[in-house]
Structures are given as C-alpha cells and as structure tokens.
C-alpha cells in the first residue's frame, strides 16, 4: 500500500486492442472511501458479455479493458463509513458497482436499469471523476458496500461466482413473472452457462422444466445430468407441434439469430417469453404470434442488488451453483477461443487468487 497516494496497485490482464488478447497489467485501484469495500479477488467468472467488449464488437472498449463482472472474494478493508459488510466477509460483485442512486429506477429498486449504471468492467465511474473501471480480472477490487452482496458459506466459491451474472440474469426474471412456482412448466431456450442456471433454478422451485436446444446431443445432458423433464429439438416441426401450448413460460438464453414465433408457440395463451440472450440481429415478431393467446414478451438485464441476494440465498438454501471449468489466468486467452465456439461445460472460472498475476521478467 503507497500510503502517500493512499492508492494500492493491482495486478490484472487487460485487453489493449481489437484482437481481443490478453496480457498482465498492473494499475492503480480505486482510493478506498469511507463508504467503501477492499476486496480480495478469489474467483471471476468468464461471461460471453467480456467477449463482446474486449474484441469491441458493441464498439464501446476503453482500451485497455480488464474484463470480468462475476467475482466473488473476500473483504480485506472497509472505509469508516461501512456498516454492511467486515474484513474476512466473503462477497460478491456483478453486472455494475454503481447507478446514479436518484433517478425512478434508482428510488424502486430497479437500479440496473439506472441510465448511468456504472459497469464493473469498462464502465465509466461518474463518482470518481470519469474513471474507467476495471474488472475482476485483476486482484483487488474496491466497490461502495450497497452494491457488493454476501455469499452464503455454504456455497462452494469457484461455481459460487457465475451466479452474480448468469444466475442473477435468470433467477430475477423468474422471480418477477411469477415463473418460479411448483407445478409451473418453464421452457428454457439454449443450454448454455446462462441456460443451464435456469434448469437448476426451475427445478430447485419445484418446476417442470422442458429445455429447447438446436443441438440434439445435448438431450443426455439436460435430462440426466440437469434434471430437465423433457428435450426439444427447436428445428423438429413435429417436436415442437406436438409440445405447442404446454408452457407456462420460457427463458430464452440463446445470443445467436434464431426465429422466436415457433418458440412462442410453445407458450399457453398469456404466457410469458423473457429474453435474457442479446443477438446481435433483430429478433422477427409479427404480430400474430402474439396477439393470438395474448402472448407476453419481455427483456431482462441482470438484477438488482437486492435480487442478486436473494437468488445466493436461495442457492445457498438449495445447493445451487454453476457447472464450471476452473483455469488460471495464463489460460484466459485459450479459454476465451474457447467459449467463442461453446467449447465450455458451462462457464470458466479464473482462479486469480491462485494464478500469478504479474509480468514474469525473462
């Protein structure tokens, strides 16, 4: 610690370009204030959403950009001001670790959908002079106490950490539709590290879960390993005719193009679709699809703070965690081809605790 700038220099990987590779980079945290939390990176998950920004294909990179925004570590340090959380807490940080705290969204609890939400990686700190903040990639992290949540002791911490974006994006959807009751029947639409949370979530709410998948091969898995109740084939006309009305609604987690009219067919009339994958083509909605049953469409970004504790809660009760692939930090370029061609079983996880962080000198 550089007591004269009160400033600690952490060690993180960085992308510099539009190529997307990695490579150490050390910068000067964040000065903890009184409000604040210090905290040790243990784990950090690797999310589709660091692909996109690191390769620039949202054109909003601020090279150089430290990616990750599923952390989970433990509390070293707290400002005078801190009420909520104490050194040796072990926490979690997601999606974004600051919002405006005024506007509407702010003032009900729905502050990731702030319009100055303040990104955990690559995001721009309004509250700290227009800093680009950088992500859990890197070994320390300081974050205001109201946007940092508790993980239950239960929870094993490396399949603890994909929770706080994939587990959060899915649980608060299902919370807020009411799709999370015993005996309701949840379509969950692409079986991936988002996808494969709503399987565990569903069935740990007592639901009947069928999972949508264009890859057949994946049936073993969503049955046997994920307790899914059925598998459909999305491009098999007579599956998916023989399955129309039967859901209560769907998750779609799928961030490639794809037709969504045969999956809302699969809905009951007022059944709900939330869209939690972004592809990156417009989605085709003619109105027929859902006029006819009253068909209901909607998006869902992340969660709040107060549903990212609520769903750790609900995994820590229930034993929920994400099925993860654990790498150290020099693999991280590896694991992001990877994850470009779904080669990931469902979500890396970095160990940055255990991987050496630094430039090694020849």
């Known amino acids: 610690m550089d007591?004269?700038?009160?400033?600690?220099?952490?060690?993180?990987?960085a992308a510099r370009d539009a190529s997307g590779h990695l490579s150490p980079y050390s910068f000067s945290a964040?000065?903890?204030?009184?409000?604040?939390?210090?905290?040790?990176?243990?784990?950090?998950?690797?999310?589709?959403?660091?692909l996109h920004v690191i390769k620039n294909e949202w054109g909003n990179a601020m090279y150089p950009v430290v990616p990750g925004h599923e952390v989970v570590g433990v509390v070293t340090d707290v400002g005078h001001g801190v009420t909520?959380?104490?050194?040796?807490?072990?926490?979690g940080v997601g999606y974004f670790v600051d919002s405006c705290r005024t506007c509407e969204s702010c003032s009900t609890g729905h502050e990731n959908y702030c319009p100055d939400l303040v990104l955990t990686s690559n995001g721009v700190d309004h509250h700290h002079h227009g800093a680009t903040t950088k992500g859990g990639f890197s070994d320390v992290l300081v974050v205001s106490q109201d946007f940092v949540v508790r993980v239950p002791e239960s929870l094993p911490l490396d399949g603890a950490a994909p929770l706080l974006c994939a587990g959060v994006t899915v649980y608060s959807p299902m919370a807020q539709y009411a799709?999370?009751?015993?005996?309701?029947?949840?379509?969950?639409?692409?079986?991936?590290?988002?996808?494969?949370?709503?399987?565990?979530?569903?069935?740990?709410?007592?639901?009947?879960?069928?999972?949508?998948?264009?890859?057949?091969?994946?049936?073993?898995?969503?049955?046997?390993?994920?307790?899914?109740?059925?598998?459909?084939?999305s491009h098999d006309a007579?599956?998916?005719?023989?399955?129309?009305?039967?859901?209560?609604?769907?998750?779609?987690?799928?961030?490639?193009?794809?037709?969504?009219?045969?999956?809302?067919?699969?809905l009951k009339p007022m059944g709900q679709m939330v869209v939690v994958?972004?592809?990156?083509?417009?989605l085709e909605l003619p109105a027929y699809a859902i006029i006819t049953g009253g068909k209901r469409v909607a998006g869902n970004g992340v969660g709040s703070v107060a549903d990212c504790q609520a769903m750790l809660d609900f995994a820590g009760e229930h034993g929920v965690t994400a099925d993860?692939?654990?790498?150290?930090?020099?693999?991280?370029?590896?694991?992001?081809?990877?994850?470009e061609k779904n080669d990931v079983r469902y979500r890396f996880v970095i160990d940055v605790a255990g991987s050496k962080m630094e430039e090694t000198v020849a």
């Not at 009184?34 to 660091?50: N, P, R, S």
């Not at 994958?277 to 417009?282: E, F, K, L, M, R």
């Not at 790498?327 to 694991?335: G, H, I």
Request: proline share 3%; with cysteine; hydrophobic share 45%.
């Open 277 to 282: 994958g972004a592809p990156s083509t417009p």
């Open 84 to 91: 909520k959380f104490k050194a040796g807490d072990t926490v």
């Open 30 to 50: 964040r000065i903890q204030g009184d409000a604040d939390v210090t905290i040790k990176v243990l784990f950090c998950g690797i999310c589709h959403t660091d």
């Open 179 to 233: 799709l999370n009751e015993p005996g309701k029947h949840l379509g969950v639409v692409g079986l991936g590290g988002l996808g494969h949370m709503a399987v565990k979530f569903a069935k740990a709410f007592g639901m009947t879960v069928t999972v949508i998948s264009s890859s057949p091969g994946k049936r073993d898995e969503a049955l046997g390993r994920l307790g899914a109740d059925a598998f459909l084939v």
């Open 3 to 13: 007591m004269e700038q009160g400033c600690k220099t952490a060690h993180g990987w």
């Open 324 to 339: 993860i692939e654990v790498v150290q930090m020099d693999y991280v370029n590896t694991a992001i081809e990877r994850l």
């Open 238 to 266: 007579a599956q998916m005719k023989a399955a129309a009305a039967t859901l209560d609604g769907i998750i779609d987690t799928v961030s490639a193009g794809h037709q969504i009219v045969p999956l809302l067919a699969l």
